[in-house]
């Protein structure tokens, strides 16, 4: 007999509770993808990563936890956000706003021809998105550096000028959240991003562009945080 999803999920040490399960196969009869085939990429701070099959090709599942998540500090972000300032401070609404967040960034991100995962959809804690990768995922730019780390980092600053023009900030970008595919930048894990309207957009925009210009220093590359800073202020913003 076939095991049950919430079966499959724990021998991967995944306990999901009955909801998010439901949710999952919501999901899957929607955007036409196969939930038992998934398997385990990543267990993140607040989410569990999966890979599942779609058709002839892989996705990628992003489960929200709703029980071990800090909320509280998901809530304190978000409600700069000027497109979520109604959210209550309340678990579920939070982190369902999380993951809708991550979804509309996306989205918008990629329509300013920005590279990122396509979003397929989301469903109250659940994210499908592309799998960025070719029979593999993708590696994070931290654990595969490309072998020309100077025209990798000018590409990142691409990006983020590009981000930044469609009206956005990361606001957690560091080579965790950079994968390397074929020698160019994706950038991921869009959560936390925020329109460059909002009141801490600045702050969220300085600690993206440190973490990115410390990570290429180390490896060489002669990266001025003021300078990259300016060229990517100096792109403009479009109000979201
Ligand atoms: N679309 C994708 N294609 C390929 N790999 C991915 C994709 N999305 C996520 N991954 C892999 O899963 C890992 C975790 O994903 P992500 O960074 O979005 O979540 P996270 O760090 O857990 O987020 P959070 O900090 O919000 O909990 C990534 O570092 C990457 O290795
Ligand atoms: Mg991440």
Redesign the pocket.
Known sequence: MRRTLSERFKTYGNVFDHFTVRTVIELSSKLDFDAYSLSP???????N?FLCERKDDLM?L?LYRLESCDFNRMYDYIRCDPRFTSLKRQRRKVIFAWAQREYRNLHKAREGGVRV?TPYAFLNNVLA?????DED????VKDNPPADMGAFFRLVVEQMKLLHKAGLVHG?LSP??I?NHRDAPVL??F??ATPTDAPNSMELLTRDVRNVCKYFVKSGVPADQEQVKAEIIAMGKKPL
Request: negative net charge; proline residues 7%; aromatic residues 8%.
């Open positions: 990429l990543f267990i993140g701070k607040e989410s990563v990628v992003k995962p998105m592309e799998m960025v990768g995922p993708a590696s994070k957690d965790f959240n994968l991921i894990d959560s936390q």
